[in-house]
């Protein structure tokens, strides 16, 4: 009964890879968001998606590009990784403007 | 800095104290809402409070709203060991009609509850 999920827990890869980040939600919302936690677990957006529109594209490297194939899954694939992009990755979701977001378990990618 | 600041950063006390933290931010806002963030963990929401209202509870919650000095606090009453976690604000200042909301997070405030 998980509501935001994210595959995988944990990554971990060398710089220059590129890597997938998954999340799907069974909440029915129809808008989903990436944040990235640092080190420093300061949380920053990077892009939000209503029902499979990008809305929201934060100024990220466009090494990293979100894809939703319908809105309940929402995917983050990362290319040439960066020593930089090691963080914990957040999806979220909330139905509609002004609600509450709910917040998957993260993705750990270390890049080594 | 950053929209939504929190004090203190670290805070540490007994069981059964409370527990005040407080959130500070720069723009004019929709709604403030708190989340907790247990280690290794996601973010759980808390409590949303929007920008008419001044209070709000839940359970042994209680936040406040001060839109004039654009600040917030949460209020923890009656901790226990498992409140121990990090909290943070999160302000959202869309517009409304807007897809989706942006939440700008604050640096979050750490709690220890000692047993």
């Known amino acids: 009964d998980t509501a935001v999920s994210q595959t995988p827990k944990y990554l971990v890869t060398q710089m220059g890879n590129d890597k997938s980040i998954k999340c799907e939600q069974n909440?029915?919302?129809?808008?989903m968001y990436w944040y990235k936690q640092d080190s420093k677990k300061f949380l920053k957006i990077m892009f939000s998606y209503n029902n499979k529109e990008l809305i929201i594209n934060e100024t990220v490297p466009n090494r990293f590009s979100p894809k939703s194939p319908d809105k309940a899954h929402l995917n983050l694939h990362i290319n040439s990784l960066e020593l930089g992009d090691s963080a914990v990755y957040f999806c979220a979701s909330n139905q509609m403007w002004g609600d509450e977001q709910y917040f998957g378990p993260g993705t750990r990618l270390t890049v080594t | 800095s950053q929209q939504g600041e929190e004090d203190p950063q670290a805070l540490s006390i007994q069981e059964g104290e409370n527990a005040t933290m407080n959130c500070s931010y720069k723009t004019s806002i929709n709604n403030l809402q708190w989340y907790r963030q247990n280690s290794g963990r996601g973010l759980v929401h808390l409590i949303l409070?929007?920008?008419?209202?001044r209070e709000k509870h839940s359970g042994r919650l209680r936040v406040t709203l001060d839109t004039s000095k654009k600040s917030s606090s949460l209020l923890i009453t009656a901790s226990r060991a498992a409140d121990t976690a990090s909290y943070f604000c999160?302000?959202?200042?869309?517009?409304?009609?807007?897809?989706?909301?942006?939440?700008?997070f604050g640096e979050g405030t750490q709690l220890t509850v000692n047993p």
């Open positions: 999160a302000t959202d200042a869309t517009h409304r009609g807007t897809s989706g909301s942006r939440l700008t």
């Open positions: 909440l029915g919302h129809d808008t």
């Open positions: 409070i929007r920008s008419n209202e």
